[in-house]
């Protein structure tokens, strides 16, 4: 069996893949000091709890956090007896070309959504990621990684304007019943929720205009059907978007003998 991990900035998710479906996503808070113990002690306690008989000997790895990496191949290493595939490091072969200039280093959990993308829709993709940050990634009709956008993630801004004003209270993302908001609550999420859909909106438009053709726009992350609600943004919504990349790099590397 295959463990898929993808780590972000805020939350680290684990799969288990059977060559076939997932058996399980569990998700747990991104802490670098986590040590490899400790992820097996949390992993292997929710497995016994859903009643899940794993035999995991590959893994799989894409980590937005360099400092985590290491005792991610640790835990791999000691409870799974394999090294991990780690996505954007030089041994890792991507299945799709990444055109941007020269010595930018691209983030893997982006490369991993490109190779989902293309796998599941094709090429002239648009990816909108709602993480820590959103994300819009552009998906050449080859599946080539061509580049994006990168803009404060929705509960990034949130908070960022509830530490610079005092007066504003923390408020919880959600669609409001007016534009127009009659009470400081109210008027934050309007500003919140309809400033996205005009962001997500605008720069979809303007990233289609550029490349001069139509395309189609596939979101992931659990706000993305939240904006759905205001406007017809996307196309398609994949919850599963980034392990499914993750299950399809791993495929690629095992059928060119890479691992």
């Not at 992820?39 to 859903?50: A, E, I, K």
């Not at 982006?110 to 090429?123: E, F, I, K, P, S």
């Not at 726009?217 to 993305?224: C, Q």
């Not at 406007?231 to 399809?248: P, S």
Request: hydrophobic fraction near 40%; include cysteine.
């Amino acid at each position: 069996m295959l463990l898929a991990i993808d780590c972000g900035n805020t939350n680290t998710v684990f799969s288990i893949w059977d060559g076939e479906r997932f058996l399980c996503t569990l998700r747990t808070s991104t802490e670098h000091q986590r040590t490899a113990d400790q992820y097996f002690v949390w992993l292997s306690t929710l497995l016994r709890h859903h009643k899940i008989e794993f035999d995991i000997d590959e893994v799989i790895v894409s980590s937005t956090v360099p400092r985590v990496v290491w005792n991610l191949r640790v835990f791999a290493d000691r409870y799974f007896g394999c090294r991990p595939l780690v996505v954007g490091k030089p041994d890792c072969l991507l299945p799709v070309d990444v055109r941007v200039d020269a010595g930018t280093q691209v983030g893997p959990d982006r490369l991993v959504n490109t190779v989902a993308g293309h796998d599941l829709y094709g090429g002239d993709l648009i990816l909108v990621d709602f993480g820590t940050a959103t994300t819009f990634d552009v998906v050449a009709e080859d599946g080539a990684y061509i580049g994006g956008v990168i803009s404060p993630g929705v509960n990034l801004s949130l908070q960022a304007l509830h530490e610079a004003a005092a007066a504003l209270p923390h408020v919880d993302v959600t669609k409001p019943e007016h534009v127009i908001g009659t009470n400081t609550v109210a008027c934050m999420q309007s500003g919140v929720f309809w400033g996205y859909v005009g962001l997500i909106n605008g720069i979809t438009t303007r990233i289609k205009e550029e490349r001069g053709r139509e395309m189609k726009v596939i979101s992931t992350g659990g706000l993305a059907p939240l904006f759905q609600q205001g406007y017809a943004l996307f196309d398609h919504f994949e919850d599963d978007l980034t392990m499914h990349g993750l299950t399809v790099i791993h495929k690629y590397n095992k059928d060119q003998g890479n691992i």
